[in-house]
C-alpha cells in the first residue's frame, strides 16, 4: 500500500527550529522528485521545497537561507530542517510525489510566543 506520513509538527518559539519528516512506504521514493508544500486556512497550499532523484533542490523565496530538504534513500524518507522559524511559517506541511499525485496526511507548524 502507497503510503506517506509526516512527522515532527509541533509547537515552537519564534526562531526555534523543527525536523519534519516524510516517510515513503508502498514504492521506491529515491526514484521521484520530492517535493513539501504547506498549507493555511483558506489559503491555497504552496510549494516550500522540492529534492529531485539527483539530489537537486529548490525552495520558496520566502524559506532560502532557513530551510533544508534533504533525503535519506536508505529509510525512504524526506526531511524537512526548518530553522529561524517565523510565525508567517504557521501552516500544515504536507509532504508530495508530483509524479505520482501522492499526498500524505500532513502534520501542522505552529510558530507563537
Known amino acids: 500500500q502507497v503510503q506517506l506520513v509526516e512527522s515532527g509538527g509541533g509547537l515552537v518559539q519564534p526562531g526555534g527550529s523543527l525536523r519534519l519528516s516524510c516517510a515513503a512506504s508502498?514504492?521506491?521514493?529515491?526514484?521521484?522528485?520530492m517535493r513539501w508544500y504547506r498549507q493555511v486556512p483558506g489559503k491555497e497550499r504552496d510549494l516550500v521545497a522540492g529534492i529531485n532523484s539527483f539530489m537537486s533542490t529548490n525552495y520558496a523565496d520566502s524559506v532560502k537561507g532557513r530551510f533544508t530538504i534533504s533525503r535519506d534513500n536508505t529509510k525512504n524518507t524526506v526531511y524537512l530542517q526548518m530553522n529561524n522559524l517565523k510565525p508567517e511559517d504557521t501552516a500544515v506541511y504536507y509532504c508530495?510525489?508530483?509524479?505520482?499525485?501522492?499526498w500524505g496526511q500532513g502534520t501542522q507548524v505552529t510558530v507563537s510566543s
Open positions: 508530495n510525489v508530483p509524479m505520482l499525485g501522492f
Open positions: 508502498g514504492f521506491t521514493a529515491s526514484r521521484y522528485t
